[in-house]
């Protein structure tokens, strides 16, 4: 039997206080692929031939197009289908053109399809032939007739013969000319109706049981540039007329997921929509800055952002309401909240394009939670500033974000404990970085404090949601899919944990017999040197006051040991020199847990201090704006490691002084609500988290009793705190059990919910 510890949980009397009733929900954004590739159930890539340069470099209109004979195959804007969708195709015959779609098309035997493009042909009408060819052979033909004269939309079905993975062939007769556009591939429904979301990932996200679904972004809806910002009028209506922009995370947006299917989306899921609109400034980390929508578009802007609610909310005889209900939704879409900008630097021009938003919504709109903006950390300058403007503008709610290592969230579980009455928090983005047991623990634990904090925290949703395996631009993920398997990471199973089961009136919790894990610096360590991306000649080290020879570091990235040191007491002071490369170096102290100064970090922009524990690193100081390590230049570097005090000097400036959070950790967390079942019964929804190696087997003693009692326990537990990693599902899964309503298994490193009733 294996060892463990007992512990007891004394759940007490229900105060009143409700369980925040929207409070976990999901985020989506264009990254990863997660629309075009992923969730957009589009077979096809670039099928409207508008990829381009300003997405990527070297991407054009025929990127992801092949054929056989090249010089048979001519782009053409001319007379194109819309002027949103200028770029077409001239085909002439005979050539095969081929599609790779996203990682081949996924088939299985009897699978529906429709295939639909946009054609013209010459005076005469012309048959086409198309397949999902693999080399297996044709999964799927069928012909097409173009009539003749002028574009026509022109489609075909296609049932799929066999399950496999192959590329749409589209044929032309020789003697015959055709145009080609916004050709498209869409699996069918049980109707035969084109699908809108790629079923298996929709069903994953109505699998959480989402209250709420925040779109488009993220740093999509605030754009790179004022080009670049998300602005909704434009994502409605035929696909074909859909303005397609470059997407800020370095690919194509075909908006085809538009405003409407993200409306869409949350009633086929269930959840409020929460769309985010620019406050009228683009993201800060454009080359030139954060740019404002000029004085004289503001109105323009403002108006758009009051359509969006009518559109959203207003009656069929409003002018947007109309629009709606065209687009085969006369119910409105229940809009309840509207973010307003997101991680912006709170600049003056951003408070003042923010505050204009802001009033309108509120004169027009007052039942509309208008949800501001406080920074990409869950601390620093633009938290500080996004916060004070909240409160002295009496904003309803703000919209934290906090991507950190694992340690961070156990430090911080009673964090909303400390806010005073004032804006409430939707946490719109977290994350404990990485794709381990130990981090999906983390956010349990976490979790588990913000649904104890419904008086501030009314909101909360992981990031990013989605990603494409082998396509990504972000990680950790809560989903990874490839083009026919969807791969839920632990996080996920943890956030269907929350949002599956919720009770409805919280419940004190007392612990007894397990206390917060101490945090101490490491007792021994040693220095590093590394400089991935650059050569560096370093001299004059002394460490510890003694003078050590001279090293070199190559921009392979490996380190270079200098010596032991204690963690608690040690001076480095070094003269680094970069011979080669454009990237900064890393100096790098001590064991476990470790402490890395980075001298030109994001792009040799920057100084930052990164701390590491558990191999999991979190930013604790900076990145504060520097003008970059330089070819020959030498560079003199202190650290002064002084307890938990740490200082970096740089050519003699202390850019770093700062205190290393060594709060506890809290590993075994534990929550308790109840609810009232069909039969008017009571029921109580106990989670509890063990982010530990030691099993506990806890004790529940209820202040108000059930009488005899069972138990329905999910677990999620059996893999170390070490497994788990992007592009992979998760190690396990949640295994639901039946058990006496009295104790509860805690295995190490697990998640456990149990729904605690009354036997009848
Ligand atoms: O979730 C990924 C990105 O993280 C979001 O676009 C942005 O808001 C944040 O920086």
């Not at 909240?390 to 009673?414: L, S």
Request: glycine fraction near 10%; aromatic fraction near 8%.
């Amino acid at each position: 039997m294996t060892a463990h510890e007992r512990i007891t949980i004394d759940v007490g009397a229900q105060q009143g206080v409700e369980v925040a009733p929207d409070l976990w929900g999901l985020f989506i954004e264009d990254l990863n692929d997660a629309l075009d590739g992923g969730l957009n159930a589009e077979c096809l890539r670039n099928g409207d031939f508008e990829f381009n340069a300003a997405d990527r470099d070297g991407w054009d209109a025929l990127t992801a197009w092949s054929a056989d004979v090249a010089d048979r195959v001519e782009v053409r804007t001319d007379a194109p289908i819309h002027p949103n969708n200028a770029h077409y195709l001239r085909l002439t015959g005979p050539v095969t053109l081929v599609n790779e779609g996203w990682d081949g098309t996924g088939t299985t035997e009897g699978q529906g399809f429709l295939l639909s493009f946009f054609a013209r042909a010459g005076a005469e009408p012309a048959r086409l032939t198309v397949t999902i060819g693999s080399n297996g052979g044709n999964l799927a033909r069928a012909q097409v007739m173009v009539p003749s004269g002028g574009w026509h939309r022109c489609e075909t079905p296609l049932t799929a013969v066999a399950d496999g993975r192959g590329r749409l062939h589209i044929e032309i007769p020789a003697g015959l000319v055709v145009d080609l556009d916004h050709v498209s591939l869409r699996p069918t429904g049980p109707g035969g109706e084109p699908l809108t979301f790629r079923p298996d990932l929709l069903q994953a996200l109505k699998d959480l049981a989402p209250s709420f679904i925040r779109f488009p972004g993220g740093c999509v809806a605030h754009g790179l540039g004022l080009d670049n910002i998300y602005h909704w009028k434009t994502t409605i209506g035929p696909r074909h007329e859909r303005a397609q922009i470059p997407n800020s995370w370095g690919y194509h947006q075909s908006r085809q997921i538009g405003y409407l299917e993200y409306f869409e989306l949350c009633q086929a899921t269930g959840a409020t929509p929460l769309p985010v609109v620019a406050a009228g400034v683009c993201c800060q980390n454009y080359p030139g800055g954060a740019q404002a929508i000029d004085d004289d578009a503001m109105d323009a802007y403002i108006q758009d952002v009051l359509d969006l609610i009518e559109f959203a909310n207003g009656s069929p005889d409003t002018p947007w309401g109309a629009r709606r209900a065209a687009l085969g939704h006369p119910e409105p879409f229940r809009l309840r909240y509207l973010g307003l900008g997101n991680e912006d630097e709170i600049t003056d021009d951003f408070r003042d394009r923010y505050a204009r938003i802001e009033d309108a919504v509120r004169g027009r709109h007052p039942e509309i939670c208008v949800i501001g903006t406080v920074g990409p950390q869950p601390f620093g300058p633009d938290f500080e500033a996004g916060w004070a403007l909240a409160r002295a503008r009496g904003t309803a709610m703000v919209d934290e974000h906090g991507y950190r290592n694992p340690r961070w969230f156990h430090q911080n579980v009673d964090r909303y404990l400390a806010y005073e009455p004032g804006p409430q928090v939707y946490l719109g983005e977290y994350a404990a970085r990485s794709n381990t047991m130990r981090s999906a623990l983390a956010e349990a634990a976490y979790m588990i404090g913000l649904e104890r904090n419904p008086a501030v925290v009314r909101l909360a949703s992981y990031a990013p949601l989605l990603a494409r395996a082998g396509h990504a631009q972000w990680t950790p993920d809560l989903i990874y899919f490839t083009a026919t398997e969807v791969l839920p990471s632990a996080s996920y199973h943890v956030q269907g944990m929350f949002s599956r089961e919720r009770g409805t009136r919280l419940h004190p919790v007392t612990l007894g017999g397990v206390e917060p894990e101490p945090v101490t610096l490491p007792a021994t360590g040693s220095v590093r040197l590394m400089s991935q991306g650059a050569s560096v000649d370093y001299a004059d080290i002394v460490l510890d006051g003694v003078v050590r020879h001279p090293v070199t570091t190559d921009p392979s990235g490996e380190p270079v040991e200098l010596g032991g040191i204690d963690p608690a007491a040690a001076t480095l002071e070094l003269t680094a020199t970069r011979r080669a490369g454009d990237e900064g170096f890393v100096v790098e102290l001590g064991g476990d847990s470790y402490l890395q100064v980075h001298v030109g970090a994001w792009q040799n922009k920057s100084t930052l201090v990164i701390r590491g524990d558990d191999g999991i690193t979190n930013d604790d100081h900076g990145p504060l704006h520097w003008h970059g390590v330089r070819t020959g230049v030498p560079v003199r570097v202190k650290v002064r490691l002084d307890g938990a005090r740490v200082r970096a000097w740089i050519d003699g400036e202390l850019r770093h002084d700062y205190e290393q959070d060594l709060r506890p950790e809290h590993r075994v967390v534990v929550g308790a609500a109840s609810r009232t079942a069909a039969d008017g019964s009571t029921e109580y929804v106990i989670r509890a988290v063990n982010a530990h190696p030691t099993a506990r087997v806890a004790s529940i003693r209820l202040a108000e009793p059930l009488g005899p009692a069972v138990a329905t326990v999910t677990t999620l537990a059996g893999a170390g705190p070490d497994e788990g990693r992007p592009f992979t599902a998760s190690p396990v899964a949640p295994v639901i059990t039946t058990a006496a309503g009295d104790t509860l298994d805690l295995p190490p490193w697990s998640f456990v919910t149990a729904i605690i009733r009354r036997i009848p």
